[in-house]
């Protein structure tokens, strides 16, 4: 699964009402969070409601009740979206 639409047909269940779910269309950003969600989609009456960038960092809305779950995954959203800007720079592939 590469792209956010495919995710977000995957976990149509899970995906609050109303809500567009995740907005995030790269494709090692959709692959992490396939992994987390195979744990995630355990827990009882678990929804998520958006995964998006807001003012330059990642934010996931969901049901959880721990705070810092969602900042973990926040944080290893932002981890991969700037190694992926890293690795497509022409720059960062020639050696100085």
């Excluded at 807001?54 to 973990?72: E, I, P, Q």
């Amino acid at each position: 699964m590469t792209t956010a639409k495919e995710f977000n047909k995957k976990y149509k269940e899970y995906l609050k009402e109303g809500y567009y779910g995740l907005h995030i269309d790269t494709p090692k950003v959709v692959d992490f969070l396939d992994r987390v969600f195979m744990e995630l989609t355990l827990i009882p009456e678990f929804k998520y409601y958006q995964i998006k960038l807001k003012f330059g960092k990642s934010r996931f809305y969901s049901s959880l009740k721990v705070g810092a779950l969602s900042y973990v995954i926040e944080q290893e959203i932002d981890k991969i979206i700037i190694e992926t800007l890293s690795d497509s720079s022409p720059l960062a592939h020639v050696s100085v």
